[in-house]
């Protein structure tokens, strides 16, 4: 049995830092509010009284919710207590901050690795997350057993921690495309009396099969956005790091500025803004305005 070091208890951490309690590690769990600790620690977790107590161990593990809160929490002083052990960063951060982290990491003794999930709570609660690894070469093969119990595949992305971050920002960018896809075609054969999950099953059923199109296929056509797997904010977290990727390697996604519109048009709004990010297919379903906000010229 392993000791390990988790911090960050949403819905997506916990049921991560879950599947490694039920691997059988003794893991020291870290979370800002109180209460996620608690539920952790009545399933088998062990409380870690500070974030340093948690990034102590030889191993440890972070899902935070955006750059913001991985800034916060991974500050200087926190980073120098990595000296000689692993940290793993699972969230959706900028590749920017992975770099910045993997050099601060670097420094204080430590080694980082990058590995974002593909996945909603559910799968992680089943050990069934896509997880994108980049990093060390020593240290992935160190903390892949942990890595197993949380996901159904590790896709092994290089050398450097922060391609890891563009390439999960590449797949999210296709997930918004797919959604508002299929808000867009549903808006248009609901209004000739083709029922939604009709129309959905058909896209599934043929030439779209797959878990964009399924899982949010189904949830579209239910209009089921909530409890939220994924916040929309949080989605339009992502679509700027999709676009801070595209910039970074000299390209001009055409897509781009409407999709952010229709993500700005979703959280000005009081019924759309607090729901799964699948609900950006309201916009067109219900014909909310929207204003196309084109980058500035170069």
């Not at 800034?71 to 920017?96: F, K, Y």
Request: with cysteine; net charge negative.
């Amino acid at each position: 049995m392993s000791t390990i070091g988790f911090l960050g208890l949403g819905s997506m951490g916990s049921a991560m830092a879950g599947r490694l309690v039920d691997a059988g590690h003794e893991v020291r769990v870290w979370n800002r509010s109180p209460e996620a600790v608690a539920a952790a620690v009545a399933n088998g977790a062990v409380a870690a009284e500070s974030p340093e107590d948690a990034l102590s161990c030889e191993v440890s593990f972070s899902m935070l919710a955006n750059d913001e809160a991985m800034s916060a929490v991974m500050t200087p002083a926190r980073i120098s207590t990595l000296a000689g052990g692993i940290h793993v960063a699972m969230a959706s951060i900028s590749p920017d901050l992975a770099q910045a982290l993997a050099a601060q990491v670097s420094a204080a003794g430590g080694t980082y690795l990058a590995a974002p999930v593909l996945g909603r709570p559910a799968v992680a609660a089943d050990g069934q997350l896509n997880i994108l690894a980049a990093g060390d070469p020593d240290a992935t093969a160190i903390v892949r057993p942990y890595l197993d119990a949380m996901g159904k595949r590790v896709w092994v992305l290089g050398e450097q921690p922060s391609v890891a971050n563009a390439v999960k920002a590449a797949v999210n960018y296709n997930i918004i495309h797919a959604m508002q896809a299929i808000g867009e075609s549903v808006a248009m054969t609901e209004r000739l009396g083709v029922p939604a999950e009709t129309f959905t099953e058909l896209l599934s059923s043929t030439l779209f099969g797959g878990v964009a199109y399924e899982g949010y296929g189904e949830i579209i056509a239910t209009q089921r956005y909530t409890p939220p797997g994924f916040h929309i904010a949080l989605g339009r977290k992502d679509l700027d790091l999709a676009e801070q990727v595209a910039r970074s390697v000299g390209v001009a996604p055409a897509t781009l500025p409407a999709l952010t519109a229709v993500f700005e048009a979703a959280l000005a709004d009081d019924d759309l803004k607090d729901l799964d990010w699948s609900a950006i297919a309201e916009v067109s379903r219900r014909g909310i305005p929207t204003t196309e906000r084109r980058p500035p010229e170069k």
